[in-house]
């Protein structure tokens, strides 16, 4: 591609959206992109047990948002699917978001109504007008006991942090329910894209005014695109500025180790997704590919997941010291002319994959005023 309007670097969420949007006002796009694949963490593929597995970790549609639902279908056939996790506490198996099982089969009691469960909450929550971190989050909701079997190690193993050492936003995203209502997510669609999610993003770039070039380190490239309308960057923000502000304390991110596993045998484990919140083991939990769209094979893959600090960068931490450093790459980003960061690792901030889709299609309809735009007429 000789001549680059828009130069995008990243080929996940927030990029391919971006390149979607401008390739089709008919500006010229490249994405750059590292890895050797498109979609970004929500990478999946068919593995060798003829199974669709996700290469980063299960990544699961939910959103409220009618416009972002409404864009996504442009480009995939999708199928309900509403999530449920389960967790292993006290050798018992119980529902996550905590609920009226929950607590019933923790504490061997037998709540049945909605008013008893808000009673029983609130006779043994901790209350706390204004979290100031984590634990106080926690500890607001449920209280000291549900806190200590469920929360508080489970935090340490995501985040190499306790919660007390992690801001409230990060507990207060948790929910926890007062009926027996065991889905993760009680938004409006739920739903995972039919062949998986690498096909919804080779659907979304399949554009002739996009190219893109994999296995390409933009910051060794750089210099031969230097020209363009605008330059969309979606990796760590810390990386773009070459790390000038973590000379002494460096923006921290959290990695995932994915330990693959395969069985012959046609279920390991119940449920999709069983997570561990305690210390007798070191992985946060088990993820059983299977499960999603009623997958046959005669064997089956799980894969553990151990979270890291080294390696690709996965999430944000959220506390005080990371968003002061943070602030100053802000600070600098907000002087560069026609440049802009877009997505989870370049906002230092966590989206969930709706989210992340309408950040995207708002900025570009925010830089965009006079385009004619889908994303805009659904609204």
Not at 45 to 64: C, M, P, Q, R, W
Not at 153 to 173: F, G, I, M, N
Not at 285 to 294: D, L, V
Request: charged content about 30%; some cysteine.
């Amino acid at each position: 591609m000789k001549n680059i309007d828009i130069l995008i670097i990243g080929a996940g969420i927030s990029g391919a959206v971006l390149a979607e949007r401008y390739a089709s006002i008919g500006k010229k796009v490249l994405i750059i992109e590292k890895r050797d694949h498109i979609a970004g963490n929500c990478y999946d593929y068919i593995d060798e047990n003829k199974i669709l597995v996700s290469k980063y970790g299960a990544h699961l549609f939910h959103t409220n948002e009618a416009a972002v639902w409404k864009y996504v279908n442009q480009f995939s056939d999708w199928y309900s699917w509403e999530h449920k996790v389960i967790a292993r506490v006290d050798d018992k198996t119980v529902p996550i978001p905590v609920n009226i099982t929950t607590v019933n089969e923790l504490f061997n009691i037998n709540i049945t109504t909605e008013d008893e469960m808000k009673t029983w909450l609130e006779e043994n929550r901790t209350p706390l007008e204004k979290p100031a971190n984590g634990e106080e989050a926690v500890l607001n909701r449920v209280g000291p006991v549900l806190y200590e079997k469920m929360f508080k190690h489970y935090t340490k193993k995501q985040w190499d942090k306790y919660p007390a050492e992690l801001d409230a936003s990060v507990l207060e995203r948790i929910p926890v329910r007062t009926n027996y209502d065991d889905r993760y997510f009680s938004d409006t669609y739920q739903a995972l894209p039919k062949g998986g999610y690498t096909q919804l993003f080779e659907k979304i770039l399949d554009n002739p005014n996009i190219e893109v070039l994999l296995e390409t380190d933009y910051f060794e490239v750089k210099e031969q695109y230097a020209q363009y309308e605008k330059l969309f960057y979606t990796g760590p923000v810390d990386r773009f500025f070459e790390f000038k502000h973590s000379l002494e304390e460096k923006l921290e991110y959290r990695s995932i180790n994915f330990v693959s596993e395969s069985y012959d045998t046609e279920f390991y484990q119940e449920n999709s997704v069983v997570n561990y919140p305690g210390t007798e083991v070191d992985f946060t939990r088990i993820i059983e590919y299977k499960h999603f769209g009623n997958q046959i094979s005669d064997k089956t893959t799980v894969v553990k997941e151990f979270t890291v600090d080294e390696g690709e960068p996965y999430y944000p931490v959220p506390n005080p010291k990371n968003q002061k450093i943070y602030d100053r790459y802000q600070s600098e980003a907000a002087k560069l002319i026609d440049i802009y960061f877009v997505g989870r690792l370049a906002n230092y901030k966590y989206f969930n994959m709706d989210q992340a889709f309408k950040n995207a299609l708002d900025l570009f309809d925010t830089l965009e005023k006079n385009s004619t735009s889908h994303y805009k007429t659904a609204v």
